[in-house]
């Protein structure tokens, strides 16, 4: 498997935790079911938030996480982006 | 007009129906590359789009100019469409050589995995600037874009090395029937049959290219 293939895995999983958890999710239960290291996680999160993927929402109950369109987008889409950049040779 | 091939008489028309289908393949890659990078912001796949779009682009240029040089021999002409001709012309072989290089580029720069604009564009400044100030850009033209191919040509073998995937060999091939393309083209400047067997050496590779886009869509 491929560096890039993993990372755009990662995306897969975080993204897929977050909508399995109905759209809202804590970060610590990403971080437990997406398998990844304190810094990896803050590196995939504040990427996926910056690109639009992901929403941040803050309470007094603390952060949770919650899927934007594209978010979900990627996800429907997920087979199709991993079979182009596979096909091109297009891995980071 | 700058001459950049021997084109055979009999081969006229024919070359401007295959550019057209290299702008159309080159084009559908293109696009379908960019909206894998609307969907997954994925950098790779922004610059393999730009780069595909570069190169279609630089198609249709070839085949509009192949065109209109085609029309004004046939309707005979006086001076001045002479003269316009032959500016439009030069116009066009310098568009057709900058976008194409620049596509070359694109894709040889993606393949290094770095992200640094500076150095994306010192690299195409490098190579436009040799081709600009070249006493013989259209040979040039040919021997960097080869030269670019073999670069990228290697990445694609590392590559299908790494994976052993089927599409990733049909990409290798695709990418080295360009460069032999490209190798035919050196050798158009003197000889018309070979710029009859770069034409065709390319079709074999957008049709591989064609193949392996389909192959993914269908896949959907």
Not at chain 1, 44 to 53: N, R
Request: glycine letters at 6%.
């Amino acid at each position: 498997m491929s560096k890039k293939r993993a990372r755009l895995q990662i995306i897969y999983d975080i993204l897929n935790v977050i909508k399995e958890k109905d759209g809202r999710i804590k970060p610590t239960n990403v971080l437990y079911k997406s398998n990844l290291s304190n810094q990896m996680f803050d590196e995939y999160m504040g990427d996926l938030i910056a690109k639009g993927f992901v929403i941040e929402n803050r309470s007094k109950s603390g952060r949770t996480y919650s899927l934007t369109q594209k978010g979900f987008d990627y996800l429907s889409k997920y087979q199709m982006i991993v079979d182009f950049t596979n096909s091109f040779g297009l891995s980071e | 007009m700058i001459e950049y091939a021997i084109v055979p008489h009999w081969f006229m028309g024919y070359n401007i129906i295959l550019e057209l289908i290299f702008f159309v393949i080159t084009l559908l890659v293109g696009t379908y590359a960019l909206k894998i990078y609307q969907l997954s912001t994925q950098r790779q796949s922004k610059l393999f789009g730009i780069s595909f779009l570069m190169i279609a682009l630089a198609y249709l240029i070839q085949s509009v100019l192949n065109f209109a040089a085609g029309q004004s021999m046939a309707q005979g002409c006086n001076m001045q469409s002479m003269s316009l001709v032959h500016y439009l012309g030069n116009a066009g072989i310098y568009a057709h050589i900058i976008l194409f290089t620049s596509g070359l580029v694109t894709i040889a720069y993606m393949t290094l995995k770095i992200k640094d604009a500076k150095a994306y564009l010192l690299f195409l400044a490098a190579i436009l600037g040799v081709l600009a100030f070249g006493s013989n850009p259209i040979y040039l033209y040919y021997v960097i874009s080869s030269m670019l191919l073999v670069y990228i040509s290697f990445y694609y073998l590392r590559n299908y090395l790494q994976s052993k995937k089927t599409n990733a060999l049909i990409i290798l091939i695709a990418f080295l029937f360009l460069l032999f393309g490209k190798i035919h083209f050196i050798f158009s400047i003197n000889h018309g049959s070979f710029y009859v067997a770069g034409h065709f050496l390319e079709l074999v590779a957008y049709s591989l290219i064609l193949i392996n886009l389909l192959t993914v869509i269908r896949r959907k």
